[in-house]
Nanobody, 115 residues
């Protein structure tokens, strides 16, 4: 299984970025596709989750600013991040759990919010 994440970068406060992550290498059904982040000196935290069936979950600090979505035909998850703040600066990781409860992490993509 491979997870390829794209879309990080440097953006000014108030700006937007869109992350994407495509999963490949298995025909197993996906249970959930999520985004985590880890800032320097902090623990990795779940930012948003998109379970099969359409249920979503967001970290309180990103509600109303971030939107997670999935393209099930492409096994791809997206994270649209608007109104970005300096405290959103972190390495963002995609995560996938399959029907057999095996799970995988993407390689991480750096998001830096700074003027």
């Amino acid at each position: 299984v491979q997870l390829q994440a794209f879309g990080g970068g440097l953006v000014q406060p108030g700006g937007s970025l869109r992350l994407s992550c495509a999963a490949s290498g298995t025909i197993l059904r996906i249970n959930t596709m999520d985004w985590f982040r880890q800032a320097p000196g902090k623990q990795r935290e779940l930012v948003a989750a998109a379970a099969t069936g359409g249920r979503t979950w967001y970290l309180d600090s990103v509600k109303g600013r971030f939107t997670i979505s999935r393209d099930n035909a492409k096994n791809t998850v997206y994270l649209q991040m608007n109104s970005l703040k300096p405290e959103d600066t972190a390495v963002y990781y995609c995560y996938v759990e399959y029907q057999d409860y095996s799970d995988y992490w993407g390689q991480g993509t750096q998001v830096t919010v700074s003027s």
